[in-house]
Structures are given as C-alpha cells and as structure tokens.
C-alpha cells in the first residue's frame, strides 16, 4: 500500500496528466521527494527556502498539514494527500 | 426583550442549539449557533452592517454614496438591504456561477451586479472589484476580505454570544471564507478560555474552480491571522452535501451547504475528542439556510448525482 496523491490541474504538467499519483513516506518531506524521484520538478512547486510555497495548501485526509507540523507531518499507508492551489473561499 | 425599532436593530443573539441525535458521546457535545435567525437570513449581517457603520463614522460613507463590494452572496445581500435603508447605492462583484436565487435577491434589495468569469472563482471577483475601485475613485470598497471591522463585529458580538451561552465551549468551528468570523470569535475566545480550538472548515471545489489558479497568484485574506486558528478542514462537495442533507434529517435544521462542510469538520473534532474520552462542547456556524440552494437539488435525489451537479458552482 501507498499514500495516493491528488494534483491539482495547474501542477499536472509535472506528473503527465495524472490526477492522482502513488508516493510513498513516512512525513509529508519524505513523500514529497519520493514524488519528486518520479515527477521532477514538483519540489520546487510546492517548498520554498525549506518551508511550504504560501499558496499551496497541503491535506492529509482532509486535515491541512500546517496545523500537523507541516513538512514534518507523519503520513501512513492508505493516506490521501490532496494537494490544492491557495483560494478565497466561503460564505462571502 | 425581542422588540426592535427597526431591522437592523434585530441583529445578533442568534440561538444556540444542541444536537443531541448527531452529538457523539454523553460528555462530547455538538452545538449549533443558527446565523440564518439574522435580518437577512445570514451570519454576514453581522460584519456587513459593522463595516458600514465604521465607513459612515470614519466619514467615508455619505448620504448618496456608492458601495462596491466582491462578494459570492452573503455578503452582498447583507449590504444591499442596509445599503436600501441607509440610502446608498450597491455594485457587487460576483463570479457568474453563484446560484440564481443570490442574483434574485440583490437585484430585488436594488444592488447592481458585475459578473466575473466562473473559471475564476472569487479571486477574479477580488481582482476585478479592485480594479472598479482603481477607475472609479469616489467609489467606496468596504473589502470585507481586508476590513478590520469585520473580524471586529465577530469579537464584539458572536464571541461574547458563545460564550455567555455554552462557558463550557472546547471547540469553535467555522467556515473560513474571509477569515473575518474565525478571527473574531477566535481571538475573542482564546482570550477567555486559552485552551480553545479554532477549527476552520474550506470548501474543496472541482476542477472549474481550481483550474485556471496559477500558484502564484494565490489569494489569502489580509484578515487571515494563521495564530487564531488551530486546525484546518478542506472538504469536497460530496460530503458537504451529505452532512448538510444529515442535519436536516436527524437535527431537524435546514442549512446551506457550506453549514454541511462546517458539521463534517466539527463532527471530525467531537469524534476525535470522543476516541480519546475527554469532555468537549463544540460550537459550529450554521451560516445560513437552505433556501437559496434549493435551485441546486442539493437536498434532494441521488447524492452522487447531486454532489456532481454542485462541482462547477461556488457553493460556500
């Protein structure tokens, strides 16, 4: 078993189309560069200077990872990993 | 006391309520506080009519005025009823795929709308509301995504509502929108009761919406102050939809679909509190109800196909 991950359109030049990619780790760090390792580029979209780009929003099962420490975030087997762009959104 | 002297008078002191059916243990309660008992049917009465009134005491409203304001709904309806008693003129920014019944209200309350592209999502209702307010100088933006009287009429009045009402609240849910009612109850309530949780609930939208974000031109409230919070949900439309059609069926309370997305984050804190048996009071916003959606058939019919239905609208 992995931790599948959902790209949002914007960054699916990077994984050939896909929506939703396999990766393996046991922090949100680790499964970032076991995605790397196979869709390069995709670290540099979404960590900046060791910390997570501003307007990337990461979740895992549906919790945003930097209220869970982030980059050091742990991630086990069977996890979904949503990866979303930064958006106004609510009742406005 | 429930006589007022005018409509606006009639704002605040919504109800608070139990949901015994939908709570998950004995001493892990779940509280509804019902924004939709407001003058026009939604928690943004309360930051709309908070924002003018700063406007009119900074003197930057006057009688005659022009409004302008990107706004998704709510906030728009709030502001076009003050704006009709107050004697001012509205022009609301609003990206094309809100639903029908926001569009009817607004231009029976006399706002005028502006529509932005749907593939832009309220981004490109900021983006464009700011570029009106460039070409258009005696205009005035209340901005409630930046207004500090937003966040401040929360602090003011939700905060101290809960609190007199529920002592005993561990949590605080709400949906995070312009951040303005986290922000607000949030601050206020960590200043009373430390240990607090502010648990933000984000609508995860299908691809329309997200599509044509490029992530660099990500948008983040001004309000946004990520100390307040302590936690934060994204939830998809098809479980917005199934709580939404939950509470009305086991609680009895017919809300909006966003209120959906706000219980399924609540029900994930009292179901976590729950799991490690300590005592929890959580309060979440029921930020309007049901019957501008209804257009939508979210509350009736397969849940699937509903749910597929909402995925290109904007339906928080």
Same mark, same amino acid.
């Given at each position: 078993m992995a931790v599948t991950v959902s790209i949002p359109t914007i960054l699916r030049t990077h994984t050939g189309g896909e929506k939703s990619v396999e990766a393996s780790g046991t922090t949100l760090a680790e499964l970032i560069d076991d995605l790397e390792s196979r869709h390069s580029g995709l670290k540099d979209r979404l960590v900046k200077n060791g910390n997570l780009h501003r307007f990337v929003n990461v979740y895992v099962n549906d919790e945003d990872v930097r209220f869970a420490g982030g980059l050091t975030a742990p991630v086990n087997d069977g996890d979904n990993v949503t990866i979303l762009p930064a958006v106004a959104g609510g009742m406005r | 006391m429930a006589r007022y002297d005018s409509l606006l008078d009639a704002l605040g002191d919504t109800p608070l309520v139990g949901l015994p059916r939908l709570s998950p243990a004995e001493n892990v309660r779940l509280w509804a506080k019902?924004?939709? +008992?407001?003058p026009t049917g939604s928690i943004k009465d309360r930051p709309a009519l908070a924002m003018i009134e700063t406007a009119e005491r900074e003197g +930057?409203? +006057? @009688?005659?005025s022009t409004i302008l304001e990107p706004t998704s709904g709510n906030t728009g309806i709030s502001l076009a009823m003050a704006a009709r008693l107050k004697g001012y003129r509205l022009v609301c920014v609003m990206p094309?795929? !809100?639903?029908?019944e926001r569009r009817q209200l607004l231009t029976a309350y006399g706002a005028e709308i502006i529509s932005s592209p749907a593939a832009g999502g309220s981004n490109m209702a900021v983006a464009l509301a700011k570029q009106l307010a460039a070409a258009n100088p005696d205009w005035v933006m209340l901005y409630q995504y930046g207004n500090q009287a937003n966040a401040a009429a929360h602090y003011r009045t939700t905060g101290p509502e809960i609190l007199r009402d529920l @002592? !005993?609240?561990?949590h605080f849910v709400a949906g995070l929108g312009t951040t303005g009612t986290l922000v607000g109850v949030g601050r206020y309530l960590r200043e009373h009761k430390p240990d607090v949780q502010i648990i933000a609930a984000e609508p995860r939208y299908?691809?329309?919406? /997200?599509?044509? +974000?490029?992530l660099d031109e990500g948008f983040v409230p001004?309000? /946004?102050? @990520?100390?307040?919070?302590t936690g934060r949900f994204s939830v998809g439309s098809r479980d917005a939809l199934r709580r939404t059609r939950q509470l009305l069926a086991e609680e009895g309370i017919f809300a909006g679909i966003s209120t959906g997305a706000v219980l399924h984050a609540a029900l994930a804190v009292a179901e976590k509190a729950a799991g490690t048996g300590e005592q929890a009071d959580v309060v979440f916003v029921?930020?309007?109800?049901g019957w501008k959606y209804l257009s939508t058939g979210a /509350?009736?019919?397969d849940l699937d196909q509903a749910a597929e239905r909402l995925e290109g609208q904007l339906w928080a």
């Open positions: - | 019902l924004e939709d +008992r407001n +930057r409203l +006057r @009688p005659g094309e795929n !809100t639903s029908p @002592p !005993t609240v561990t299908g691809e329309l919406v /997200y599509g044509l +974000r490029n001004e309000l /946004y102050d @990520p100390e307040v919070l029921v930020a309007d109800a /509350y009736g019919g």
